[in-house]
């Protein structure tokens, strides 16, 4: 199963999916079809004879139940695209067989390494197949890595037909990693009771709980005049957007913390003296601190406009998801098990809350209870971009444990 994992995840990250924030349409980059078209070509000569994508890079497919036991549909989704934080096309990923535990070079040229000292979980995967970025892009593991392995559970319950499962449906989203991945999604269409994501990072990690999530724009209107005159004239807005930062608490950023800590994470700002706008992402697992966040980006808002006269800073504060826990807890059982697949596996569960968020957040509120499984990639979104071939492998027993625990509880 390794090899073919190996060969699946090469093909599909050398494929460019990047998603883009800036774009009004859906899905927001055209070039995310040419991966949907290839999974549902792979997924049709695997005889998922429904496989399809759909007007908004949507794809889907069936395989259908080989018993006559009363078993729930379950769905297992992962994401296509890749973040535009950084490049994500023309990939060229270094494989390391047999890692010896010491820093890898990744580029010589930029003389780049993927350091033990800086990374120390690296070490971890000594006598593994490690696979790393060229130090020039990401890599794609967040989500490629997913897609691979689903389809390497299906490649393999097609091939064994004496595995007994209930249906099977199967799910590709685009843009999730600006947050609009289930924007059209239609979860009655899709046709699962409970679905999961493969999109968590280490081996053992399963996530059923995630951070509420709002955006916040901010305008600042200055006021240019010739330095040599601007006494009491001049409003720098560059200056005052700088003011307005400060002012959020310095310790809940997310360089500060961890676990169930939220933040308030300045991730753009541009300016010039005449006017300046920056954005935040505002997180908290807590749903009244998340309401508390809200309110106090507002009130620093408030106040600098009092300061600096009404109308300098307009602020455009938008929801983005909520903590999926609340629509999971009703139907734990689908928790536990993923919990006991990976016991019976020999993996230790890391039950713990995403630092982030997920389709699967969402879909929860869709109707479609959703828990996140790992996927096996490490430092994503980034040039230290690196994934283990047998935690991909790992993954993809999981969900094949899955899918038999629901047939003998059935």
């Known amino acids: 199963m390794k090899e073919k994992l190996l060969e699946r995840f090469l093909r599909y990250i050398s494929i460019d999916t990047q998603s883009d924030p800036e774009s009004t349409t859906f899905p927001s980059t055209k070039k995310q079809f040419d991966l949907a078209n290839l999974l549902v070509k792979e997924l049709k000569e695997l005889g998922l004879e429904d496989a399809h994508v759909d007007e908004h890079c949507y794809v889907m497919a069936t395989l259908p139940a080989n018993t006559d036991k009363d078993i729930p549909v379950i769905g297992f989704v992962a994401h296509v695209d890749t973040a535009p934080d950084m490049d994500g096309h023309n990939i060229k990923p270094r494989i390391v067989k047999n890692y010896d535990g010491q820093d890898i070079l990744l580029n010589k040229e930029k003389d780049m390494w993927l350091k033990v000292e800086d990374f120390p979980e690296l070490a971890k995967y000594k006598g593994q197949t490690v696979i790393t970025t060229d130090g020039t892009t990401l890599l794609g593991a967040d989500d490629k890595a997913g897609v691979a392995e689903i389809m390497a559970a299906i490649e393999h319950l097609v091939n064994n037909p004496d595995i007994k499962h209930g249906t099977i449906k199967v799910g590709f989203t685009p843009d999730e990693e600006i947050g609009k991945g289930v924007d059209h999604f239609d ?9 999961y994501t493969l999109d968590g990072s280490e081996v053992g990690e399963l996530e059923f709980e995630n951070f509420n999530a709002a955006s916040a724009k901010i305008k600042v209107q200055g006021r240019n005049v010739h330095p040599g005159y601007a006494k009491n004239k001049m409003v720098n807005a560059i200056l005052i957007g700088s003011e307005f ?5 310095v310790f809940e950023r997310p360089e500060f913390t961890e676990h169930y800590e939220g933040f308030f994470h ?3 700002f541009e300016g010039t003296v005449e006017e300046a706008s920056f954005q935040y992402i505002i997180r908290d697992h807590d749903r009244k601190k998340f309401e508390r966040r809200k309110e106090q980006i507002r009130e620093v808002a408030d106040f600098m406009n009092k300061k600096y006269g009404e109308g300098t800073f307009s602020l455009e504060v938008k929801d983005q998801y909520y903590n999926m826990r609340e629509k999971v807890e009703p139907v734990y059982q689908i928790v536990e098990i993923a ?3 990976m016991k019976d596996l020999g993996i230790k569960p890391r039950i713990k809350p995403i630092r982030g968020g997920t389709d699967g957040a969402r879909l929860s509120y869709m109707g479609l209870p959703c828990p996140n499984l790992f996927a096996g990639g490490l430092n994503f979104h980034g040039k230290y971009e690196y994934i283990p071939l047998e935690s991909m492998e790992k993954a993809t027993s999981v969900m094949l444990k899955i899918i038999n625990l629901y047939y003998e509880k059935a």
């Open 187 to 195: 979860v009655k269409k899709f046709g699962a009771k409970y679905a």
């Open 245 to 249: 930062n400060d002012m959020l608490p």
């Open 266 to 268: 300045l991730i753009k």
């Open 339 to 341: 919990e006991q697949a």
